[in-house]
C-alpha cells in the first residue's frame, strides 16, 4: 500500500472532532501524536506545542544545506461531528475512494503534505532553503491554531492543502457571524393592548435581510469569488402558546469577498434595524458582531504560485488558478504575512453523512507537494 494511503487510513480512524463545536470531541491530542510519529520517524525536527489545553499543533522543520526561501505546509486536523454517519472513523475504501469523516476535509490533505515531507527527508533533505510542515488544531471553530503557528512561524509562500480538486486557488471568501434581539413585551395573548410582539418584529428585520441578500445577488461579481451573499442561520424565541413573546435572537451569516470590510454584515444590518426603528417608535432592536474572518487573496504571480502551476503544466494538469467559497487558515497565515495557495485533493461530502476522497488524488497532491518544494526552496 503507498504510503501516504495508509497514513491517511490511518489519521481518519483516529476521532479529532473539534471539542469547542461537539460536547465530548476528541479534539486533535491522539491525531497530533500520530503525525509527530511519522515526521519523527523521518528524521525531522518536531515540536508539539498547545493552542488550547491538551490540543497541540505539530510543527516539523527541514533545514537545508544552504540559505534560501522557507515554504510552509499547513493542514489542520479537528473535524466537524459525526451525526448521520454509519462508521465515521473506520476508513472504508471502494471504488478508488476513501470514505470516512475527515477523508476530504482535511485528514487527506495533511496525510498528503506529511508524505511529502517525509519522502524529501529520506531522500537527502533539501539542497537550499527551509521546510515547516504544521498541523494546526481548532480550523472548524476559531483557528486557534493557526493563530498561534501564524505567530511562531514565518514563511516567503505556503501551501494549505485543503480539498481544491488538485486546482490552485489563490482566494476564498471570508465569513461574519452576526447576533440580531428584537425586544418585545410580555402578556397575556387575550390582551393585544399590553403585549409587543419581538418574534413579528424580528419578521421585519428578516424581510430586510432578504431584501440585502437580493441586491448582493445583483451585484457585480468577484472574478474568482464570484458574490458575496447573506442567509438567516438560527432563531430562537417566545415562551408559550399564550404568551407574547419578549424577546427574539437570530443568528445571521455574510459571506464576504475581497474588497469588502470587515464588518459589512453589521453595518447592513444596522442600517436596516435604524429604518425600521424610524417607521415604528415601539420597534426595539440591536446587533452585535460575533465572529469574523477576513477573505484570502494572494497575486497569481507570487513565487509559490508560480511555482505550483509549473509542476502542474510540467505534468498536464490544469494550472489556472481560481477561488473557493469556503473560508480557511490561508486568511490567517495572510494577515500575519505568509502568502498563502490552496491546493489539495478531490473529493465530496465535506460535513456531510458520506464524506469521501479520490485516492489517486492524495497521491498526486503529494507528489506535485515533493516536486514543488524542491523548485521553490
Not at 454517519?85 to 503534505?113: C, H, T, W
Not at 440580531?180 to 410580555?186: D, L, M, P, S, Y
Not at 415604528?280 to 469574523?292: G, K, S
Not at 460535513?351 to 518544494?373: A, T, W
Amino acid at each position: 500500500m503507498d504510503s501516504v494511503i495508509r497514513l491517511l487510513r490511518d489519521l481518519v480512524a483516529i476521532d479529532s472532532v473539534n471539542p469547542s463545536l461537539e460536547a465530548g470531541g476528541a479534539g486533535e491530542a491522539a491525531l497530533a501524536e500520530r503525525i509527530a510519529a511519522e515526521l519523527r520517524a523521518a528524521g525531522i525536527d518536531v515540536e508539539l506545542t498547545d493552542a488550547a489545553p491538551g490540543r497541540p499543533n505539530v510543527v516539523g522543520v527541514i533545514e537545508g544545506r544552504t540559505r534560501g526561501r522557507t515554504l510552509m505546509l499547513c493542514g489542520h486536523m479537528d473535524t466537524v461531528g459525526v451525526a448521520g454517519m454509519q462508521a465515521p472513523f473506520d476508513p472504508v475504501e471502494r471504488d478508488g475512494r476513501i470514505y470516512g469523516r475527515g477523508s476530504q476535509d482535511m485528514k487527506s490533505g495533511v496525510a498528503a503534505m506529511v508524505d511529502a515531507a517525509v519522502a524529501v527527508a529520506r531522500g537527502g533533505g533539501l539542497a537550499a532553503g527551509r521546510l515547516v510542515v504544521a498541523a494546526v488544531a481548532d480550523e472548524e471553530h476559531a483557528s486557534a491554531g493557526a493563530e498561534l503557528l501564524a505567530a511562531a512561524h514565518a514563511a516567503d509562500g505556503a501551501v494549505v492543502t485543503e480539498p481544491t480538486d488538485l486546482r490552485v486557488a489563490i482566494a476564498h471568501k471570508g465569513f461574519e457571524w452576526i447576533e440580531v434581539e428584537t425586544r418585545g413585551r410580555a402578556a397575556h395573548g387575550s390582551r393585544p393592548a399590553d403585549g409587543r410582539d419581538a418574534i413579528l418584529h424580528m419578521g421585519r428585520v428578516l424581510a430586510r435581510l432578504e431584501a440585502v441578500d437580493a441586491a448582493l445577488q445583483a451585484a457585480a461579481a468577484h472574478p474568482r469569488l464570484g458574490r458575496p451573499s447573506l442567509h438567516a442561520s438560527t432563531i430562537h424565541g417566545g415562551r408559550a402558546h399564550s404568551i407574547y413573546p419578549d424577546r427574539c435572537v437570530l443568528h445571521f451569516e455574510r459571506r464576504t469577498v475581497t474588497g469588502e470590510p470587515a464588518d459589512a454584515g453589521l453595518t447592513e444590518v444596522r442600517g436596516a434595524l435604524a429604518a425600521l426603528g424610524r417607521e415604528d417608535p415601539d420597534f426595539d432592536a440591536t446587533a452585535r458582531q460575533m465572529l469574523t474572518r477576513p477573505p484570502h487573496e494572494i497575486a497569481d504571480d507570487h513565487a509559490g504560485c508560480r511555482a505550483l502551476m509549473q509542476v502542474l503544466r510540467a505534468r498536464g494538469l490544469d494550472a489556472a488558478p481560481t477561488g473557493m467559497s469556503f473560508w480557511t487558515d490561508a486568511a490567517i497565515l495572510g494577515r500575519a504575512g505568509t502568502p498563502a495557495v490552496l491546493f489539495g485533493p478531490t473529493g465530496a461530502g465535506l460535513h456531510g453523512p458520506e464524506e469521501y476522497v479520490q485516492v489517486d488524488s492524495v497521491q498526486v497532491c503529494r507528489d506535485v507537494l515533493g516536486e514543488m518544494i524542491q523548485a521553490f526552496c
